[in-house]
């Protein structure tokens, strides 16, 4: 019943943008705090970004000044911009849900549920 459905990924050359999408149902982003993971080859699953319940939004360090996370209330969707991108955005991404504690957004553990995961790939 509850399912997240992601898309917008593709090849990109390094300083391009693409934005990701995730559309959600069974549960609303509002009431939930939304966030992206990415997981690149041979590495573990990091945190990108994340959207409280109140708005507010957090991002990695690795990605702030060029990854923006946003949601769009009306159509249950949940957003990432990403500009400037570089060969290290390579991954595939994964859109997630749920109530994690304010000082663990960054966990995987601490979200309830997860997009299909969709890839970026960076070339120079």
């Known amino acids: 019943q509850v399912q997240l459905v992601e898309s917008g990924g593709g090849l990109v050359q390094t300083g391009g943008s693409l934005r990701l999408s995730c559309a959600a149902s069974g549960f609303t982003f509002r009431a939930n705090t939304g966030a992206w993971f990415r997981q690149a080859p041979g590495k573990e699953r990091d945190f990108v970004a994340a959207?409280?319940?109140?708005?507010?939004?957090f991002h990695a360090d690795s990605v702030k000044g060029r990854f923006t996370i946003s949601r769009d209330n009306a159509k249950n969707t949940l957003y990432l911009q990403m500009n400037s991108l570089k060969l290290e955005d390579t991954a595939v991404y994964y859109c997630?849900?749920?109530?994690?504690?304010?000082?663990?957004?960054?966990?995987?553990?601490?979200?309830?549920?997860w997009g299909q995961g969709t890839q970026v790939s960076v070339s120079s």
């Open positions: 959207i409280r319940r109140s708005g507010a939004t």
């Open positions: 997630a849900a749920g109530a994690p504690s304010p000082n663990k957004y960054e966990r995987p553990n601490e979200y309830d549920y």
